[in-house]
């Protein structure tokens, strides 16, 4: 991704995108402290825009850093991001985190906090999986307690078992993983949360532990709109063998249906495909 035409908007100025560079005693670097966004424009618009940026600012605040740019700001940038690369259909990703000055230890008070937006174009994210279901393995690493970590943040450090997680599932041919919780309930998967039915009632992890996906909350309201009971609470393992359709939300993913998670399967049934189908109308509006 470091290759290529563009521009790239750093600390409120564009860069050409080859030279969007950081200095390598970045704190971020060393000690997980950035936190980021992935948001997706559809027809020139980013879907759920505020919100997105909001979260970003929640999730500094939540490692104790302010982002030196207020909301509105960020909104102002993000749509020169898409102007400047002449993109209406794109994959969105604004970012910030501690930088580069004269600490160079675990405590950062006087780096400063560095701000980048980047946007490239970006199809489906598990593939063909949106036709006949993803595959997904079943990760060894385990959500951390909110106690442990500031787990609703969107923050990179929550990512380290995510690549791990992922690259496991890959190796074994599966397109993504998914984890269970620091408790043994079911959480989500490595970028996108989780969603069950059974009986036609939809089931979901409560989000007390991970992120409460924006995407999971339109289509929990998308849900609600067609009268469909929808259970957020905790998910033990030996009830996926029960579940008879299951699929993703995220940005990234959309609502992805799953086809089969280790050796429990699933059906690609019409909720799910109507969810799926309404979502990528609804985005669109
Ligand atoms: N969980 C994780 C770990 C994620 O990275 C994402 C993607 N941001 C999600 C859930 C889904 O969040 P959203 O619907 O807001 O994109």
């Known amino acids: 991704y470091d290759d290529r035409d563009g521009k790239i908007w750093m600390d409120g100025q564009f860069v050409d995108w080859r030279s969007a560079k950081v ?14 966004e992935g948001e997706r424009a559809y027809n020139g618009k980013i879907f759920k825009s505020r919100e997105h940026s909001e979260r970003l600012h ?3 605040n939540a490692l104790d850093f302010s982002l030196p740019y207020s909301v509105d700001e960020i909104e102002a940038a993000k749509a020169a991001v898409l102007k ?3 993109l209406t259909d794109a994959y969105v990703r604004a970012f910030a985190w501690r930088g580069a000055g004269s600490d160079m230890g675990v405590a950062s008070k006087n780096n400063p906090v560095r701000v980048a937006i980047a946007a490239w174009e970006w199809g489906n994210y598990y593939g063909d999986a949106k036709m ?22 969107k923050a990179a450090g929550l990512y380290m078992i995510c690549t791990m997680s992922k690259h496991a599932a890959e190796a074994k041919g599966c397109s993504d993983a998914m984890m269970f919780d620091y408790r043994g309930y079911v959480a989500e998967a490595t970028g996108a949360n989780i969603f069950f039915v059974k009986d036609g009632e939809v089931h979901t992890p409560k989000p007390d532990c991970f992120l409460n996906g924006l995407t999971r909350q339109t289509v929990i309201g998308m849900l609600k709109e067609r009268g469909i009971t929808v259970h957020e609470r905790h998910i ?9 359709q299951c699929w993703l939300t995220g940005t990234a993913a959309e609502v992805t249906p799953v086809g089969q998670i280790g050796d429990y399967t699933f059906e690609v049934g019409a909720l799910t495909r109507d969810i799926s189908d309404s979502y990528e109308k609804l985005v669109r509006l």
């Open 132 to 153: 006949k279901g993803a595959k997904l393995d079943i990760a060894k690493w385990k959500r951390p307690s909110p106690e442990t970590i500031p787990s609703h943040a």
């Open 84 to 86: 400047e690369n002449g």
């Open 58 to 60: 929640f999730s500094a």
């Open 23 to 36: 200095h390598v005693l970045t704190h971020a670097m060393h000690y997980a402290s950035s936190v980021f």
């Open 236 to 244: 033990m393992p030996e009830e996926l063998e029960g579940f008879e």
